[in-house]
């Protein structure tokens, strides 16, 4: 009989989730349950229950896992972001590894050809980015994180995977909210003026950007706030403020006003410097960034005659950390500021080699199939929803001899892994990295060999979809 809500279980926890949940069984009645381990035998009340599955939070630990430590964040637990502080850092490791291995194995039906997971160098601090929502608390303002599955800010005034200027800066914004008496944004009302605050850092300049994110024109008193991160923030360099009047769950407008400094930070990754817009996508994780684009540039393979196709390229940072290795590289965005961003490291890196498009990925491999470009590699680094099928069928009409995928979801890899696989493509090798310690994120590198050649893949779309690099430039 399946448990009903409520009732109170003895479990073994004996597997975790992609999520991070403790995965335990209750005469075959399968229980998700946050905060447990691998190993535990648990108290756990059902809080969710399903014909075939439910939800339990942890009541009391009968007997820990050995990979059980004493958890180090204050609100573990309580904020949404991290998962895995209670585990030691070499079983999360272990973990994401086998969960790599487990989705693709489920998908293509073999056991992969997976490298050893690539620990990050440090598991505190790491993130060069951080946006924080402000909310009040006790009539003061305050920044933190969202509890989890909710809009519910909980207070966080160190958080330890993000960078301290970022803690700086928060505690500065919230003080010039409670001297000035600036109200505060309420999202279920689409009232109050600040939202959010968005820091960036660079790891290896140790420039900073502040952003803060209202819901009107102008910030008052903008030049005393301004004064004080100048004063505690020694390596600013930008002070912006992101308009969104949208009543939204995007953090971020389409509107920045630079209040003092410049629009772009600087950065440096594998030897190219990077001038990097607010609303460009950049590796939160510098050193485990470069690590995971050695191994991309490693399979990729590159011997100076190859034709690159980057698509997802952000900034242009992968493709552009091989192009002294090709012949001619295309990356392709759709962001138009971070198309900017690319053209401007590679004209000051003197790559000649290399043209950028803003368009839609997919829209922009048909476009460069149709004018009969092709590629030897491509490139795909996609958001966590993977590839989209029409996607890959353009790629591999394009016959490349070699796609690297990068990977944030090893779910949406092992799937795509899989239609690559009807398309003429084998997964030859893939390898974790962790990017994101501490939670449930993992990065994966995998590289795809042809096995056989597909016909060319034609698909007509509008000529206007694209920029070149030449027209961004002009109309800076």
Not at 50 to 68: A, Q, V
Not at 294 to 314: K, M, N, P, Q, S
Not at 432 to 437: A, G, K, T
Request: a positive charge.
């Amino acid at each position: 009989m399946p448990l009903k809500k409520n009732d109170l279980v003895t479990l073994h926890i004996t597997g975790t989730t992609h999520e991070g949940l403790g995965v335990g069984r209750s005469d075959g009645y399968v229980l998700f349950v946050p905060f447990t381990a691998e190993g535990d035998l648990a108290q756990v009340r059902v809080v969710k229950a399903l014909t075939h599955y439910g939800y339990g939070r942890l009541e009391r630990l009968l007997s820990p896992s050995p990979d059980r430590i004493e958890v180090a964040c204050p609100v573990f637990g309580l904020c949404g972001g991290c998962t895995y502080w209670h585990i030691s850092y070499e079983a999360e490791c272990r973990i994401k590894e086998q969960q790599v291995r487990t989705a693709l194995q489920k998908e293509l039906g073999e056991e992969p050809q997976l490298l050893p997971i690539v620990p990050a160098p440090s598991q505190t601090r790491y993130r060069n980015k951080v946006q924080l929502p402000v909310g009040l608390s006790g009539g003061s303002a305050v920044t933190g994180f969202y509890r989890g599955r909710s809009h519910q800010i909980i207070p966080c005034s160190g958080c330890l995977l993000q960078p301290e200027a970022a803690d700086r800066a928060a505690r500065l914004l919230c003080d010039h909210i409670d001297r000035f008496h600036l109200s505060v944004y309420d999202e279920r009302l689409h009232r109050g003026l600040v939202r959010s605050l968005f820091v960036r850092v660079g790891a290896a300049t140790g420039q900073v950007m502040v952003v803060i994110v209202v819901n009107g024109q102008f910030l008052p008193h903008a030049d005393e706030l301004i004064a004080a991160l100048r004063s505690e923030l020694p390596g600013l360099v930008s002070v912006q403020l992101c308009i969104n009047q949208k009543q939204t769950n995007v953090v971020l407008g389409d509107r920045y006003l630079t209040l003092w400094g410049t629009d772009r930070l600087e950065d440096r990754l594998l030897g190219n410097r990077y001038r990097i817009s607010a609303a460009s996508f950049y590796q939160v994780n510098h050193d485990q960034c470069e690590a995971l684009y050695l191994e991309a540039a490693r399979l990729a393979a590159l011997t100076g005659r190859e034709r690159v196709l980057d698509l997802y390229c952000g900034i242009g940072t992968i493709g552009l950390s091989m192009a002294a290795q090709c012949r001619e590289l295309v990356g392709v965005e759709v962001v138009p500021s971070a198309v900017q961003d690319a053209a401007i490291c590679a004209r000051e890196a003197g790559f000649e080699n290399v043209r950028f498009l803003c368009a839609d990925a997919a829209q922009a491999a048909a476009q460069l199939a149709a004018e009969g470009f092709s590629p030897d590699v491509v490139i795909l680094d996609p958001p966590r929803k993977g590839c989209d099928a029409s996607l890959l069928e353009t790629v591999a009409g394009m016959d490349p001899d070699r796609i690297v995928y990068i990977s944030c979801n090893c779910a949406t890899l092992a799937r795509d892994a899989r239609l690559l696989r009807d398309l003429g493509y084998s997964l030859r090798e893939a390898r974790p990295f962790d990017l994101f310690p501490r939670t449930s994120h993992c990065e994966t590198a995998a590289l795809f060999y042809r096995i056989r050649k597909r016909a060319a893949y034609k698909k007509p779309i509008s000529k206007n979809t694209f920029e070149t690099r030449e027209r961004i430039e002009r109309k800076k």
